[in-house]
């Protein structure tokens, strides 16, 4: 049986299901997202919006040959138009949003009613939310100690990126991606050698090589001044601004290479830390070995801390992605 007709088969079926069913049963609304990750957050994102009358299945695209990823969800649920009111497609921005239908892609997410977004650029960039990064530490460390002002360094990490970002969405919009792409990007957004103590180093060293491309880029489009200044302006009334960059660029190098690395260090500290004042208290030997070994045993990995990481939850895009998801339904209703 053809891809496009099994689809369509299976959401007719949901439809049918919940129309035959009891009407005090509650409506179920399969909900697709890209990867197995993928279905935490959208759980927790859906979750509040459940009650006695629907629930929300969140689920892969296929249970049969395990396709995943973005492009998996939208071509199986979107050429064939099976989306609907009992069916949605939940999957992460990336560039699309910014793109504004620039792109057929684009313009499948940001056009169906049925296709709900993450407006940062992944699920990756709302874990790594800045204001959030201390309590992960502490659920890492048990170590209360704002040791690290994640909040300071990300802003001014943004703003050290932020030109250099303007330049990025405008050749992705305008077709001259290959001239600088999202992996060049990457690149030069890396800290580097990052210190908790002096942290200033690894936003000069971002600024410095962000300073040397934009140049470059300048030489390559001397007459893009006007343009750079208009998609400037755009993506600021998108939301993105000088000082939120980093939630914007691509989410696994911000999760791998920026955010890991220096929760890393930072809790490392934050342990030292507290292993010391074990090691020093007036207790005897026993106790002290017994205490020591409790608080290691205690001990959480980063990254599955950040993975788990729901602080997001106050930020303004995800706001945006809880409006999205009510308008779908107050409509439906």
Not at 224 to 247: D, M, P
Request: net charge positive; hydrophobic share 35%.
């Amino acid at each position: 049986m053809p891809k496009r007709l099994k689809d369509n088969i299976n959401n007719s079926y949901i439809e049918a299901a919940n129309a035959l069913t009891s009407k005090k049963a509650r409506r179920r609304i399969v909900a697709y997202v890209e990867s197995y990750d993928d279905i935490y957050f959208w759980r927790t994102v859906l979750t509040e919006f459940e009650n006695d009358k629907r629930f929300f299945e969140v689920m892969l695209p296929s249970r049969i040959n395990l396709t995943r990823g973005k492009k998996s969800v939208l071509m199986n649920f979107l050429e064939g138009a099976p989306l609907g009111r009992d069916m949605i497609a939940c999957v992460d921005a990336d560039y699309d949003y910014l793109l504004q239908g620039r792109t057929a892609q684009s313009r499948k997410v940001l056009d169906s009613p049925y296709v709900f977004h993450t407006y940062v650029y992944a699920i990756e960039n709302y874990q790594c939310y800045a204001p959030s990064l201390h309590n992960v530490c502490v659920s890492v460390t048990l170590n209360d100690h704002r040791l690290f002002d994640f909040r300071a360094y990300f802003q001014a990490f943004s703003e050290a990126l932020f030109p250099l970002f303007v330049w990025s969405v405008m050749l992705y919009r305008n077709g001259n991606y290959n001239k600088f792409s999202i992996s060049d990007f990457n690149r030069i957004a890396d800290p580097g050698g990052f210190n908790v103590q002096n942290p200033a180093p690894s936003i000069a060293n971002v600024k410095r090589k962000v300073n040397t491309k934009v140049n470059d880029l300048q030489r390559q489009f001397p007459d893009a001044k006007e343009e750079y200044l208009a998609t400037k302006e755009s993506i600021k009334a998108l939301g993105v601004t000088a000082q939120t960059t980093y939630l914007y660029i691509q989410g696994h190098h911000l999760f791998d290479t920026v955010v890991s690395p220096i929760m890393s260090k930072v809790c490392n500290l934050l342990r030292q830390e507290r292993q010391n004042e074990i090691y020093y208290a007036m207790a005897h030997k026993t106790q002290k070995r017994n205490e020591m070994t409790c608080y290691e045993n205690s001990l959480q990995d980063i990254k599955a801390m950040l993975k788990k990481n729901s602080g997001y939850m106050t930020s303004e895009p995800f706001r945006r992605v809880q409006e999205d998801i009510r308008s779908y339904l107050d409509s439906d209703s």
